[in-house]
Protein backbone atom coordinates (compact mmCIF):
# COMPACT_ATOMS: atom_id res chain seq x y z
CA UNK A 1 0.00 0.00 0.00
CA UNK A 2 2.81 2.29 -0.15
CA UNK A 3 2.08 3.88 -3.52
CA UNK A 4 -1.94 4.09 -2.23
CA UNK A 5 -3.68 6.32 -0.10
CA UNK A 6 -5.52 3.87 2.81
CA UNK A 7 -9.26 3.83 2.88
CA UNK A 8 -10.31 1.02 4.78
CA UNK A 9 -11.09 -2.55 4.56
CA UNK A 10 -13.32 -4.35 2.42
CA UNK A 11 -14.36 -7.83 1.04
CA UNK A 12 -16.36 -10.34 3.25
CA UNK A 13 -14.42 -9.83 6.62
CA UNK A 14 -13.44 -6.07 5.32
CA UNK A 15 -9.53 -7.75 5.22
CA UNK A 16 -9.01 -6.60 1.87
CA UNK A 17 -7.02 -3.33 1.82
CA UNK A 18 -9.43 -0.97 -0.12
CA UNK A 19 -6.85 2.29 -1.52
CA UNK A 20 -6.57 5.22 -3.58
CA UNK A 21 -4.12 4.63 -6.20
CA UNK A 22 -2.16 7.82 -5.83
CA UNK A 23 -0.84 7.19 -9.42
CA UNK A 24 -4.72 7.46 -10.30
CA UNK A 25 -5.51 10.11 -7.74
CA UNK A 26 -5.71 13.10 -10.34
CA UNK A 27 -8.55 11.84 -12.13
CA UNK A 28 -10.53 13.38 -9.81
CA UNK A 29 -13.26 11.78 -7.33
CA UNK A 30 -16.42 11.96 -5.61
CA UNK A 31 -17.47 11.39 -1.83
CA UNK A 32 -21.27 11.38 -1.37
CA UNK A 33 -23.37 10.83 1.27
CA UNK A 34 -26.33 11.72 3.07
CA UNK A 35 -26.11 14.27 6.09
CA UNK A 36 -23.93 12.24 9.04
CA UNK A 37 -23.26 9.20 7.51
CA UNK A 38 -19.42 10.10 8.17
CA UNK A 39 -18.65 12.14 4.70
CA UNK A 40 -16.44 14.56 6.93
CA UNK A 41 -14.20 11.81 8.74
CA UNK A 42 -13.43 10.38 5.15
CA UNK A 43 -12.14 13.55 4.33
CA UNK A 44 -10.48 13.82 6.88
CA UNK A 45 -8.61 10.52 6.19
CA UNK A 46 -8.00 11.20 2.81
CA UNK A 47 -6.48 14.65 4.16
CA UNK A 48 -4.09 12.31 6.02
CA UNK A 49 -3.23 9.60 3.65
CA UNK A 50 -2.26 12.46 0.87
CA UNK A 51 -0.35 14.76 3.41
CA UNK A 52 1.38 11.02 4.21
CA UNK A 53 2.32 10.79 0.57
CA UNK A 54 3.67 14.19 0.74
CA UNK A 55 1.02 15.62 -1.69
CA UNK A 56 -0.32 19.12 -0.84
CA UNK A 57 -4.03 19.23 0.31
CA UNK A 58 -6.48 22.46 -0.38
CA UNK A 59 -10.13 21.82 1.68
CA UNK A 60 -12.82 24.00 3.23
CA UNK A 61 -13.90 23.50 6.65
CA UNK A 62 -17.70 24.09 6.56
CA UNK A 63 -18.49 23.14 10.17
CA UNK A 64 -15.02 23.59 11.65
CA UNK A 65 -14.46 19.86 12.18
CA UNK A 66 -11.58 19.63 9.97
CA UNK A 67 -8.96 21.55 12.04
CA UNK A 68 -8.76 18.59 14.02
CA UNK A 69 -5.91 17.78 11.37
CA UNK A 70 -3.85 19.62 13.28
CA UNK A 71 -3.59 17.94 16.43
CA UNK A 72 -2.90 14.49 17.26
CA UNK A 73 -5.50 12.13 18.30
CA UNK A 74 -5.12 10.62 21.68
CA UNK A 75 -6.15 7.99 23.27
CA UNK A 76 -7.80 9.98 25.88
CA UNK A 77 -10.67 10.45 23.53
CA UNK A 78 -14.24 8.34 24.24
CA UNK A 79 -13.73 6.65 21.03
CA UNK A 80 -10.12 5.75 21.04
CA UNK A 81 -11.59 2.12 21.89
CA UNK A 82 -13.98 1.80 19.05
CA UNK A 83 -10.83 3.20 16.70
CA UNK A 84 -8.35 0.46 18.01
CA UNK A 85 -10.91 -2.00 17.38
CA UNK A 86 -12.05 -1.03 13.92
CA UNK A 87 -8.28 -0.82 13.28
CA UNK A 88 -7.75 -4.44 14.04
CA UNK A 89 -10.40 -5.49 12.33
CA UNK A 90 -9.64 -3.82 8.92
CA UNK A 91 -6.07 -4.97 9.14
CA UNK A 92 -4.49 -1.33 10.20
CA UNK A 93 -2.02 -2.97 12.09
CA UNK A 94 0.74 0.37 11.92
CA UNK A 95 -2.29 2.74 13.07
CA UNK A 96 -1.51 5.36 15.50
CA UNK A 97 -1.90 8.69 16.48
CA UNK A 98 -0.05 11.96 15.10
CA UNK A 99 -0.76 15.08 13.41
CA UNK A 100 -0.48 16.79 10.25
CA UNK A 101 1.20 19.88 8.89
CA UNK A 102 -1.69 22.61 8.67
CA UNK A 103 -2.01 26.25 7.39
CA UNK A 104 -5.34 27.80 8.06
CA UNK A 105 -6.71 30.46 5.77
CA UNK A 106 -9.71 32.68 6.23
CA UNK A 107 -10.80 35.25 3.73
CA UNK A 108 -11.91 37.39 6.64
CA UNK A 109 -8.96 36.92 8.58
CA UNK A 110 -9.91 35.71 11.69
CA UNK A 111 -9.58 32.02 11.94
CA UNK A 112 -6.46 31.90 9.20
CA UNK A 113 -4.01 33.81 7.21
CA UNK A 114 -6.24 36.53 5.05
CA UNK A 115 -6.18 34.91 1.09
CA UNK A 116 -7.22 37.68 -1.24
CA UNK A 117 -7.54 37.79 -5.33
CA UNK A 118 -8.05 41.08 -7.44
CA UNK A 119 -11.04 41.45 -9.74
CA UNK A 120 -8.61 41.78 -12.43
CA UNK A 121 -7.45 37.76 -11.71
CA UNK A 122 -10.99 36.98 -10.91
CA UNK A 123 -12.36 38.59 -14.51
CA UNK A 124 -15.71 39.01 -15.46
CA UNK A 125 -17.06 35.61 -15.87
CA UNK A 126 -16.75 34.69 -12.33
CA UNK A 127 -17.24 38.32 -10.93
CA UNK A 128 -20.72 38.34 -12.94
CA UNK A 129 -21.48 34.60 -11.39
CA UNK A 130 -20.35 36.23 -8.16
CA UNK A 131 -22.73 39.04 -8.54
CA UNK A 132 -25.58 37.07 -9.84
CA UNK A 133 -25.87 39.42 -13.15
CA UNK A 134 -28.34 39.99 -15.85
CA UNK A 135 -26.85 39.43 -19.38
CA UNK A 136 -27.00 43.06 -19.87
CA UNK A 137 -25.62 43.84 -16.50
CA UNK A 138 -22.45 41.31 -17.16
CA UNK A 139 -21.90 43.14 -20.99
CA UNK A 140 -20.83 46.27 -18.80
CA UNK A 141 -18.64 44.24 -16.66
CA UNK A 142 -17.22 43.09 -19.33
CA UNK A 143 -17.42 46.72 -20.90
CA UNK A 144 -15.65 47.85 -17.61
CA UNK A 145 -12.54 45.34 -17.90
CA UNK A 146 -11.61 45.91 -21.98
CA UNK A 147 -11.63 49.57 -20.65
CA UNK A 148 -9.27 48.99 -17.37
CA UNK A 149 -6.79 47.10 -19.72
CA UNK A 150 -7.17 50.24 -22.80
CA UNK A 151 -6.74 52.88 -20.27
CA UNK A 152 -3.95 51.30 -17.71
CA UNK A 153 -6.21 51.19 -14.78
CA UNK A 154 -5.60 48.35 -12.61
CA UNK A 155 -8.59 46.87 -10.81
CA UNK A 156 -6.86 45.45 -7.70
CA UNK A 157 -9.89 45.92 -5.00
CA UNK A 158 -13.27 47.08 -4.76
CA UNK A 159 -13.28 50.87 -4.76
CA UNK A 160 -11.32 50.09 -7.74
CA UNK A 161 -14.38 48.41 -9.70
CA UNK A 162 -16.71 50.91 -8.03
CA UNK A 163 -15.00 53.88 -9.78
CA UNK A 164 -14.59 52.64 -12.90
CA UNK A 165 -18.49 52.03 -12.72
CA UNK A 166 -18.99 55.50 -12.03
CA UNK A 167 -16.80 56.92 -14.65
CA UNK A 168 -18.31 54.71 -16.94
CA UNK A 169 -22.02 56.40 -16.08
CA UNK A 170 -20.31 60.01 -16.42
CA UNK A 171 -19.06 58.97 -20.32
CA UNK A 172 -22.10 56.48 -21.38
CA UNK A 173 -22.95 58.48 -23.99
CA UNK A 174 -19.95 58.44 -25.91
CA UNK A 175 -18.95 54.38 -25.00
CA UNK A 176 -22.84 53.87 -25.88
CA UNK A 177 -21.70 54.45 -29.70
CA UNK A 178 -18.53 51.54 -29.57
CA UNK A 179 -19.64 49.63 -27.19
CA UNK A 180 -23.14 49.35 -27.36
CA UNK A 181 -26.13 50.62 -25.24
CA UNK A 182 -24.66 51.40 -21.54
CA UNK A 183 -27.81 51.96 -19.43
CA UNK A 184 -27.45 54.00 -16.07
CA UNK A 185 -29.93 51.43 -14.76
CA UNK A 186 -27.70 48.37 -15.32
CA UNK A 187 -24.81 50.50 -13.68
CA UNK A 188 -26.86 51.13 -10.77
CA UNK A 189 -28.15 47.49 -10.02
CA UNK A 190 -24.18 46.31 -10.48
CA UNK A 191 -23.36 49.22 -7.41
CA UNK A 192 -26.33 47.98 -5.97
CA UNK A 193 -24.62 44.10 -5.97
CA UNK A 194 -21.20 45.06 -4.93
CA UNK A 195 -22.75 47.18 -1.78
CA UNK A 196 -24.20 44.25 -0.76
CA UNK A 197 -21.04 42.04 -1.41
CA UNK A 198 -19.12 44.65 0.72
CA UNK A 199 -22.06 44.38 3.12
CA UNK A 200 -21.35 40.69 4.06
CA UNK A 201 -17.68 41.20 3.96
CA UNK A 202 -16.63 40.04 0.42
CA UNK A 203 -15.01 43.34 -0.06
CA UNK A 204 -11.86 41.42 1.98
CA UNK A 205 -11.91 38.68 -0.49
CA UNK A 206 -10.24 41.68 -3.52
CA UNK A 207 -7.01 43.57 -2.28
CA UNK A 208 -3.17 43.21 -1.75
CA UNK A 209 -1.30 40.95 -1.08
CA UNK A 210 -2.93 38.65 -3.65
CA UNK A 211 -2.91 34.85 -2.83
CA UNK A 212 0.46 32.92 -3.91
CA UNK A 213 -0.55 29.85 -5.14
CA UNK A 214 2.74 28.06 -4.62
CA UNK A 215 2.03 28.90 -0.73
CA UNK A 216 -0.62 26.27 -1.19
CA UNK A 217 1.84 23.69 -3.01
CA UNK A 218 4.45 23.43 0.65
CA UNK A 219 5.67 20.43 1.86
CA UNK A 220 7.38 20.08 5.58
CA UNK A 221 10.82 19.36 6.49
CA UNK A 222 9.96 15.81 7.05
CA UNK A 223 8.37 15.61 3.28
CA UNK A 224 4.81 15.50 3.92
CA UNK A 225 2.30 17.57 2.31
CA UNK A 226 1.02 20.82 3.63
CA UNK A 227 -3.01 20.65 4.34
CA UNK A 228 -4.07 23.98 3.89
CA UNK A 229 -7.61 24.22 5.58
CA UNK A 230 -10.02 27.12 4.97
CA UNK A 231 -12.08 28.14 7.55
CA UNK A 232 -15.69 28.43 5.47
CA UNK A 233 -18.42 28.87 8.56
CA UNK A 234 -18.68 32.03 8.23
CA UNK A 235 -18.25 31.93 4.48
CA UNK A 236 -21.03 29.62 3.88
CA UNK A 237 -23.60 32.04 5.30
CA UNK A 238 -22.82 33.77 1.40
CA UNK A 239 -22.65 30.71 -0.70
CA UNK A 240 -22.08 32.27 -3.87
CA UNK A 241 -19.26 34.24 -2.42
CA UNK A 242 -18.13 30.45 -1.22
CA UNK A 243 -18.26 28.65 -4.22
CA UNK A 244 -16.92 31.65 -6.57
CA UNK A 245 -13.70 31.99 -4.50
CA UNK A 246 -13.25 27.88 -4.50
CA UNK A 247 -13.81 28.03 -8.64
CA UNK A 248 -11.38 30.88 -8.91
CA UNK A 249 -9.25 28.80 -6.91
CA UNK A 250 -9.74 26.04 -9.36
CA UNK A 251 -9.14 28.25 -12.28
CA UNK A 252 -6.12 29.78 -11.02
CA UNK A 253 -4.75 26.43 -11.00
CA UNK A 254 -5.20 25.25 -14.08
CA UNK A 255 -3.65 28.58 -15.75
CA UNK A 256 -0.79 28.61 -13.52
CA UNK A 257 0.32 25.16 -13.59
CA UNK A 258 2.89 23.94 -16.18
CA UNK A 259 1.95 20.68 -17.69
CA UNK A 260 2.97 17.34 -16.16
CA UNK A 261 1.29 14.33 -17.98
CA UNK A 262 0.35 11.50 -15.83
CA UNK A 263 3.11 12.06 -12.53
CA UNK A 264 3.30 9.53 -9.81
CA UNK A 265 1.90 11.81 -7.50
CA UNK A 266 -0.80 14.60 -7.51
CA UNK A 267 1.09 17.37 -6.93
CA UNK A 268 -2.15 19.23 -5.19
CA UNK A 269 -5.70 17.64 -4.32
CA UNK A 270 -8.12 20.30 -3.91
CA UNK A 271 -11.50 19.08 -2.29
CA UNK A 272 -14.68 21.37 -2.60
CA UNK A 273 -17.35 20.95 0.24
CA UNK A 274 -20.66 21.04 -0.47
CA UNK A 275 -20.18 21.13 -4.25
CA UNK A 276 -23.80 21.53 -5.12
CA UNK A 277 -23.00 24.92 -4.27
CA UNK A 278 -20.94 25.36 -7.31
CA UNK A 279 -23.71 24.09 -9.84
CA UNK A 280 -27.00 25.50 -8.19
CA UNK A 281 -28.37 28.28 -10.65
CA UNK A 282 -25.08 28.48 -13.16
CA UNK A 283 -25.50 29.54 -16.11
CA UNK A 284 -24.44 27.06 -18.85
CA UNK A 285 -21.34 28.93 -19.59
CA UNK A 286 -19.80 28.57 -16.24
CA UNK A 287 -20.78 25.04 -16.35
CA UNK A 288 -18.67 24.51 -19.61
CA UNK A 289 -15.73 26.52 -17.49
CA UNK A 290 -16.03 23.61 -14.97
CA UNK A 291 -15.68 21.31 -17.18
CA UNK A 292 -12.61 22.43 -19.62
CA UNK A 293 -11.05 22.84 -15.79
CA UNK A 294 -12.06 19.03 -15.00
CA UNK A 295 -10.96 17.67 -18.13
CA UNK A 296 -7.70 19.57 -18.47
CA UNK A 297 -6.60 20.26 -14.97
CA UNK A 298 -5.42 16.16 -14.54
CA UNK A 299 -2.48 16.92 -16.74
CA UNK A 300 -1.81 20.03 -14.19
CA UNK A 301 -0.55 17.42 -11.50
CA UNK A 302 -4.25 18.85 -9.86
CA UNK A 303 -7.07 16.11 -8.57
CA UNK A 304 -10.06 17.49 -7.56
CA UNK A 305 -12.35 16.00 -4.92
CA UNK A 306 -16.64 16.97 -4.53
CA UNK A 307 -18.02 16.45 -1.79
CA UNK A 308 -22.18 16.66 -2.11
CA UNK A 309 -25.10 14.64 -0.61
CA UNK A 310 -25.51 13.31 -3.85
CA UNK A 311 -24.29 12.61 -7.22
CA UNK A 312 -26.84 14.18 -9.15
CA UNK A 313 -26.00 17.31 -7.09
CA UNK A 314 -23.43 17.43 -9.93
CA UNK A 315 -23.60 17.65 -14.03
CA UNK A 316 -23.73 14.33 -16.21
CA UNK A 317 -20.51 16.24 -18.20
CA UNK A 318 -18.78 16.54 -14.88
CA UNK A 319 -19.91 13.16 -12.98
CA UNK A 320 -18.18 11.52 -15.93
CA UNK A 321 -14.84 12.92 -14.83
CA UNK A 322 -14.46 11.41 -11.34
CA UNK A 323 -12.65 8.28 -11.70
CA UNK A 324 -12.46 7.60 -7.74
CA UNK A 325 -15.69 7.50 -5.41
CA UNK A 326 -16.59 6.67 -2.54
CA UNK A 327 -20.54 6.82 -1.58
CA UNK A 328 -21.82 6.46 1.90
CA UNK A 329 -25.28 5.83 3.04
CA UNK A 330 -28.16 7.36 0.63
CA UNK A 331 -31.61 7.29 2.20
CA UNK A 332 -34.63 6.39 0.20
CA UNK A 333 -37.90 7.47 1.50
CA UNK A 334 -39.50 9.32 -1.30
CA UNK A 335 -40.35 8.23 -4.71
CA UNK A 336 -38.29 10.54 -5.92
CA UNK A 337 -35.23 9.47 -3.40
CA UNK A 338 -35.56 5.90 -4.70
CA UNK A 339 -34.91 7.32 -7.99
CA UNK A 340 -31.86 8.85 -7.40
CA UNK A 341 -30.59 5.52 -5.64
CA UNK A 342 -31.26 3.71 -8.44
CA UNK A 343 -29.32 6.48 -10.64
CA UNK A 344 -26.06 6.57 -8.22
CA UNK A 345 -26.16 2.67 -8.01
CA UNK A 346 -26.00 2.38 -11.98
CA UNK A 347 -22.88 4.40 -12.03
CA UNK A 348 -20.83 2.16 -10.55
CA UNK A 349 -19.12 -1.05 -12.11
CA UNK A 350 -20.95 -4.35 -10.16
CA UNK A 351 -19.82 -6.73 -8.04
CA UNK A 352 -21.48 -9.96 -7.87
CA UNK A 353 -21.09 -10.68 -4.28
CA UNK A 354 -24.14 -8.43 -3.64
CA UNK A 355 -26.59 -6.12 -5.12
CA UNK A 356 -24.78 -2.26 -5.53
CA UNK A 357 -28.53 -0.40 -4.96
CA UNK A 358 -28.85 -2.41 -1.65
CA UNK A 359 -25.76 -1.92 -0.31
CA UNK A 360 -25.90 1.84 -1.13
CA UNK A 361 -29.18 1.76 1.04
CA UNK A 362 -27.81 -0.58 4.38
CA UNK A 363 -24.55 0.83 4.87
CA UNK A 364 -24.10 2.31 8.40
CA UNK A 365 -22.25 5.15 9.60
CA UNK A 366 -18.52 5.30 8.76
CA UNK A 367 -18.88 2.24 6.26
CA UNK A 368 -19.00 3.19 2.72
CA UNK A 369 -19.37 2.00 -0.93
CA UNK A 370 -16.11 2.45 -2.33
CA UNK A 371 -14.57 1.74 -6.29
CA UNK A 372 -11.41 3.14 -7.04
CA UNK A 373 -9.58 3.75 -10.22
CA UNK A 374 -6.94 0.89 -11.21
CA UNK A 375 -4.55 -0.03 -13.55
CA UNK A 376 -4.57 1.43 -16.86
CA UNK A 377 -7.42 3.62 -15.13
CA UNK A 378 -9.75 1.01 -15.21
CA UNK A 379 -12.98 1.51 -12.62
CA UNK A 380 -12.07 -1.01 -9.71
CA UNK A 381 -15.28 -3.13 -8.81
CA UNK A 382 -17.28 -1.84 -6.15
CA UNK A 383 -16.85 -2.84 -2.88
CA UNK A 384 -18.46 -2.64 0.87
CA UNK A 385 -15.61 -0.72 2.85
CA UNK A 386 -15.09 0.10 6.44
CA UNK A 387 -13.61 3.35 6.89
CA UNK A 388 -10.29 3.36 8.69
CA UNK A 389 -10.34 5.91 11.83
CA UNK A 390 -8.05 9.02 11.42
CA UNK A 391 -5.17 9.50 13.26
CA UNK A 392 -5.57 13.42 14.06
CA UNK A 393 -8.25 14.77 16.52
CA UNK A 394 -11.75 14.18 15.65
CA UNK A 395 -13.61 17.54 15.72
CA UNK A 396 -12.53 20.94 16.32
CA UNK A 397 -9.75 22.84 18.18
CA UNK A 398 -9.46 25.21 20.60
CA UNK A 399 -9.10 29.17 19.84
CA UNK A 400 -5.69 29.38 21.74
CA UNK A 401 -5.20 26.13 19.57
CA UNK A 402 -5.38 27.54 16.30
CA UNK A 403 -3.28 30.81 17.03
CA UNK A 404 -0.66 29.18 18.25
CA UNK A 405 -0.37 26.95 14.50
CA UNK A 406 -0.71 29.87 12.76
CA UNK A 407 2.15 31.90 14.84
CA UNK A 408 4.27 28.86 14.06
CA UNK A 409 3.01 29.05 10.43
CA UNK A 410 5.41 30.23 7.40
CA UNK A 411 2.84 31.94 6.31
CA UNK A 412 2.71 34.06 9.75
CA UNK A 413 3.53 37.93 8.39
CA UNK A 414 3.13 37.70 4.44
CA UNK A 415 -0.64 38.08 4.39
CA UNK A 416 -1.35 39.89 7.10
CA UNK A 417 -1.21 43.45 6.46
CA UNK A 418 -3.14 44.70 3.42
CA UNK A 419 -1.29 46.88 0.56
CA UNK A 420 -3.13 49.32 -1.26
CA UNK A 421 -1.06 50.65 -4.42
CA UNK A 422 -2.43 53.21 -6.75
CA UNK A 423 -5.13 51.87 -8.98
CA UNK A 424 -8.26 52.48 -11.07
CA UNK A 425 -9.57 54.46 -7.54
CA UNK A 426 -6.69 56.76 -7.27
CA UNK A 427 -5.91 57.35 -11.20
CA UNK A 428 -9.70 57.88 -11.63
CA UNK A 429 -9.81 60.79 -8.69
CA UNK A 430 -6.60 62.46 -10.13
CA UNK A 431 -8.03 63.03 -13.42
CA UNK A 432 -11.28 64.10 -12.29
CA UNK A 433 -9.27 66.51 -9.55
CA UNK A 434 -7.00 67.91 -12.46
CA UNK A 435 -9.89 68.32 -14.82
CA UNK A 436 -11.77 70.79 -12.25
CA UNK A 437 -8.82 73.00 -12.09
CA UNK A 438 -9.79 73.84 -15.59
CA UNK A 439 -7.09 74.65 -18.35
CA UNK A 440 -5.81 77.02 -16.59
CA UNK A 441 -3.60 74.43 -14.67
CA UNK A 442 -0.82 72.98 -16.44
CA UNK A 443 -1.88 69.28 -15.02
CA UNK A 444 -5.58 69.79 -16.47
CA UNK A 445 -5.01 70.89 -19.94
CA UNK A 446 -2.55 67.87 -20.59
CA UNK A 447 -5.44 65.49 -19.15
CA UNK A 448 -8.10 67.73 -21.06
CA UNK A 449 -6.10 67.18 -24.42
CA UNK A 450 -5.01 63.79 -23.96
CA UNK A 451 -8.86 62.95 -23.33
CA UNK A 452 -10.14 64.93 -26.23
CA UNK A 453 -7.19 64.18 -28.65
CA UNK A 454 -4.95 61.23 -28.20
CA UNK A 455 -7.53 59.33 -25.45
CA UNK A 456 -6.16 59.35 -21.61
CA UNK A 457 -2.79 59.91 -20.46
CA UNK A 458 -1.50 56.61 -18.71
CA UNK A 459 2.16 55.33 -17.96
CA UNK A 460 1.50 52.14 -19.47
CA UNK A 461 0.48 53.84 -23.36
CA UNK A 462 3.23 56.29 -22.78
CA UNK A 463 1.92 59.38 -24.02
CA UNK A 464 2.49 63.10 -23.14
CA UNK A 465 0.92 66.49 -23.63
CA UNK A 466 3.97 67.09 -26.52
CA UNK A 467 2.17 63.94 -28.38
CA UNK A 468 -1.34 64.75 -27.26
CA UNK A 469 -1.21 68.17 -29.06
CA UNK A 470 0.27 66.75 -32.20
CA UNK A 471 -2.59 64.51 -32.41
CA UNK A 472 -4.53 67.82 -32.11
CA UNK A 473 -3.18 69.25 -35.05
CA UNK A 474 -3.02 66.39 -37.29
CA UNK A 475 -6.88 65.88 -36.08
CA UNK A 476 -7.65 69.13 -36.80
CA UNK A 477 -6.01 69.47 -40.31
CA UNK A 478 -7.34 66.18 -41.54
CA UNK A 479 -11.17 67.37 -40.32
CA UNK A 480 -13.32 68.91 -42.28
CA UNK A 481 -13.07 72.06 -41.02
CA UNK A 482 -8.84 71.71 -41.34
CA UNK A 483 -9.64 71.31 -45.34
CA UNK A 484 -11.73 74.61 -45.34
CA UNK A 485 -8.75 76.12 -43.63
CA UNK A 486 -6.28 74.90 -45.58
CA UNK A 487 -8.47 75.95 -48.73
CA UNK A 488 -9.06 79.54 -47.34
CA UNK A 489 -5.03 79.68 -46.67
CA UNK A 490 -4.38 78.54 -50.33
CA UNK A 491 -6.85 80.81 -51.66
CA UNK A 492 -5.74 83.85 -50.39
CA UNK A 493 -2.19 83.13 -51.73
CA UNK A 494 -3.30 82.92 -54.94
CA UNK A 495 -5.32 86.00 -54.90
CA UNK A 496 -2.59 87.93 -53.75
CA UNK A 497 -0.07 86.93 -56.35
Not at 444 to 450: F, I, P, S
Request: aromatic share 8%; with cysteine; net charge neutral.
Amino acid sequence: MDKTVFIGGGGVDYQDKQGLTLKYANRHGLIAGATGTGKTVTLQILAEGFSNAGVPVFLSDVKGDLAGLARSGSPDFKLHGAFTERAARIGFDDYGYHACPVTFWDMFAEQGHPVRTTPADMGPLLLSRLLDLSEAQEGIINIAFRLADEEGLALLDLKDLQSLLVWIGENRAELSLRYGNVSTASIGAIQRRLLVLENQGGAQLFGEPALDIADLMRVDAEGRGMVNILAADRLMQAPELYATFLLWLMSELFEELPEVGDPDKPKLVFFFDEAHLLFDGAPKVLVDKIEQVARLIRSKGVGIYFITQHPADIPETILGQLGNRIQHALRAFTARDRAKLVQAARTYRDNPRFSTEAAIREVGVGEAVTSMLQAKGVPGMVERTLIRPPSSQLGPITPDQRRAVMKASAMAGKYDTPLDRDSAHEILAARAAAAAKGDDVPEAREYNAARRYGGPRSEARGESFGSAMAGMVMKELTGTSGKRMVRGILGSLFKGR
